[in-house]
């Protein structure tokens, strides 16, 4: 496609729900790149995927969190048990190869916990 | 671990000046910086990427610089427009990790 695309745009859930968010990259980027924002900061970075593989997982706060990337295309990012503190806007960014190219990000999901 | 800040956090200016952006990093080590901005609501639209073997970049109205042994990075905007109102990040990337950014400026231009 032309650009990172993410769904969906919002989703608001309950506290203890689970919650699946998707990214799909820009065509032929081998990486990806899952952040969250809360308000007034700057992204957090999450986890990185080369190809089908998480190269970088260690900015997942705890086991609630998991990403997938079977194919090496489209990303899910799934959250388990969800909480308060959750509630932020998860972003999504694809490069070309990896950590040294441009990152170009998708316009975000904004998860609201109740 | 890299620490990365920008000054100032917030910014007015009328339409028309010549500002500039400062962001600072914690270690030099980086592989590159990249500068994007970031309209309310939306994600982030990269400006410019610097790798660490560069001193600047330039892309229209915008130049970025880049001194390592400073830890310092600027993003320096030429006749402002009120379409450059939006919040502007930078976020460095250490060899071998993901990048880290810093918490933005955030840009107003009064028309």
């Known amino acids: 496609g032309a650009g990172v695309s993410q769904t969906p745009s919002n989703k608001v859930t309950e506290k203890g729900k689970y919650v699946e968010l998707r990214c799909d990259p820009i065509?032929?980027?081998?990486?990806l790149y899952w952040y969250r924002q809360s308000l007034g900061q700057g992204p957090e970075f999450l986890i990185y995927?080369?190809?089908?593989?998480?190269?970088?997982d260690s900015g997942l706060p705890n086991d609630r969190f998991f990403a997938v990337r079977p194919e090496g295309s489209v990303s899910t990012l799934k959250i388990q048990r969800t909480e308060r503190g959750d509630s932020a806007v998860y972003l999504c960014?694809?490069?070309?190869?990896?950590?040294?190219?441009?990152?170009?990000f998708g316009p975000g999901t904004r998860l609201t916990v109740l | 671990k890299q620490e990365v800040t920008q000054i100032p956090a917030a910014l007015s200016v009328p339409e028309g000046e010549n500002l500039v952006l400062n962001c600072s990093f914690t270690?030099?080590?980086?592989?590159?910086l990249q500068w994007f901005r970031q309209d309310p609501g939306k994600g982030l639209t990269s400006l410019l990427l610097i790798q660490s073997s560069q001193r600047e970049q330039t892309s229209g109205r915008l130049n970025a610089s880049l001194d390592k042994s400073s830890g310092r990075s600027t993003l320096y905007i030429a006749a402002s427009q009120p379409g450059d109102s939006a919040t502007y990040l930078c976020a460095v990337n250490l060899y071998g990790q993901n990048f880290v950014f810093g918490p933005g400026t955030r840009l107003s231009v009064l028309p």
């Open positions: 065509s032929g980027h081998t990486a």
């Open positions: 960014a694809s490069s070309i190869r990896g950590e040294w190219d441009e990152q170009f």
């Open positions: 995927f080369q190809g089908t593989g998480a190269a970088d």
């Open positions: 270690d030099s080590a980086i592989y590159n």
